[in-house]
C-alpha cells in the first residue's frame, strides 16, 4: 500500500485522528494485523477539529511526499460572522469583544483588494506554532499572554458571495492561498478593516495541493472499504500527489543509479526538453524518485523504495 487516501473531515475531527481511522481500516483490511508490519501513515496538513474538507493521508512510500503536502496552496471556503471576536478567532473561543457595526456587501467589496496579493498577518494565538519549545495553543490554554511574529503570505485569490444592500450578520468567501495562510486571521482582519470584529463559523477545505473534494471520501465509506477488504480501491497512486510536476522516462541503468543515491550527467540527450526544476522520474510505470534537474545534472530529492 503506498500512495493517498483522500479523507473528506468530518467536523470535530483532529488530524491525527484522520491518521488513527486510515490505520483502523488497514488493520480491519489486513494489511497490517502486526504493528511491524503496518505501512507508515501521515498527514499532509494539519486540518482544525472545527474545519471540514479535504485531508491527504499518506500511506507508504507516500509519506516521503507529506513535507511537499505542507508547502503546497490550499483553498478554503469560510464564514465570518460579524459583531463577535473570540480568542480563538473560531467558534470553539469565549468572546472578547463585541461590535454593533454589521458591514454591508459594499464594504466588503471594498475592503477586499487589501487583502489579495502578498500580505502580512499575525497567527492566532491558539495556533500549533512554537514559542520558546512551546506549542502556541498550550500556553494560551494555560492563560498566559502569547504574541507571535507576523508572517507573509500569499493570497491568490479572494471572493464573496453575499449580495444586497442591507448590514450582513456573516458572510461567506472562497480563498486560495499560500503555505502557512492562517484563514481564522484573515477573518479577523477582514472584520477589523471593516470596523467591526468577527470570528470563524464555517471552515471546510475544498483543496490541497493537487487533491480536491472530488477524489475525498467519507469515514463511512473508508469503514465500509475497510470491511469488505477493498481499500485498495479507494488510493490514489502515489504520483496523485506530483500531478504539478512533469513525469521524467529513465532507462533501467539510470534508474539504477537514482537509486543508489548517485547524480546523473547527460541525461540530456535522453531528454532534450530537459529544463530546471523538479520531476518525478519513473521507470516504466515504477515511480524512482524525486528528482531536482540543474545544469543538465539530476539529483534525487525522495527516493522511494519500490
Same mark, same amino acid.
Given at each position: ?184 486571521? @484573515?477573518?479577523?482582519?477582514?472584520? @477589523? ?37 477493498? @481499500? ?9 500527489? @506530483?500531478?504539478?510536476?512533469? +513525469? ?20 540530456? +540527450? ?10 518525478? +522520474? ?25
Amino acid at each position: 500500500m503506498h500512495g493517498w487516501i483522500i479523507l473528506d473531515k468530518p467536523l470535530g475531527l483532529g488530524s491525527t485522528q484522520g491518521v488513527s481511522a486510515v490505520k483502523r481500516a488497514l488493520r480491519e483490511a489486513g494489511y497490517g494485523p502486526k504493528k511491524k508490519d503496518m505501512p507508515k501513515v501521515g498527514h499532509g496538513g494539519t486540518l482544525d477539529p472545527l474545519a471540514t474538507g479535504v485531508l491527504p493521508i499518506a500511506i507508504g512510500e507516500a509519506t516521503k511526499l507529506a513535507g511537499r503536502m505542507l508547502d503546497s496552496d490550499k483553498a478554503y471556503e469560510f464564514t465570518i460572522g460579524f459583531g463577535v471576536q473570540t480568542d480563538t478567532l473560531d467558534a470553539e473561543g469565549v468572546e472578547i469583544a463585541r461590535s454593533d457595526v454589521r458591514p454591508t456587501a459594499r464594504d466588503i467589496a471594498a475592503v477586499l483588494p487589501h487583502f489579495t496579493g502578498p500580505i502580512a498577518q499575525i497567527p492566532p494565538a491558539y495556533s500549533a506554532l512554537k514559542v520558546d519549545g512551546e506549542r502556541a495553543y498550550d500556553l494560551a490554554r494555560a492563560g498566559e499572554e502569547v504574541t507571535l511574529a507576523s508572517r507573509n503570505v500569499v493570497i491568490q485569490a479572494l471572493d464573496f458571495a453575499e449580495s444586497g444592500n442591507g448590514p450582513l450578520e456573516a458572510a461567506t468567501f472562497t480563498a486560495h492561498v499560500s503555505k502557512g495562510t492562517y484563514i481564522r486571521s @484573515l477573518a479577523r482582519d477582514i472584520a @477589523l478593516a471593516l470596523g467591526t470584529v468577527g470570528h470563524v463559523t464555517m471552515l471546510r477545505r475544498t483543496k490541497a495541493g493537487p487533491f480536491t473534494l472530488d477524489s475525498a471520501i467519507s469515514l463511512d465509506k473508508l469503514a465500509d472499504a475497510a470491511k469488505a477488504r477493498t @481499500l485498495e480501491h479507494l488510493l490514489l497512486p502515489l504520483r496523485a500527489g @506530483l500531478d504539478d510536476i512533469p +513525469a521524467l522516462s529513465l532507462t533501467p541503468d539510470q534508474a539504477g543509479l537514482l537509486r543508489q543515491g548517485q547524480v546523473l550527467a547527460g541525461i540530456a +540527450a535522453d531528454a532534450p526538453d530537459l529544463r530546471d526544476g523538479q520531476y518525478f +522520474a519513473l521507470l516504466e510505470e515504477t515511480p524512482v524518485a524525486l528528482v531536482e534537474a540543474q545544469s543538465g545534472l539530476v539529483r534525487v530529492v525522495r527516493g522511494f523504495n519500490l
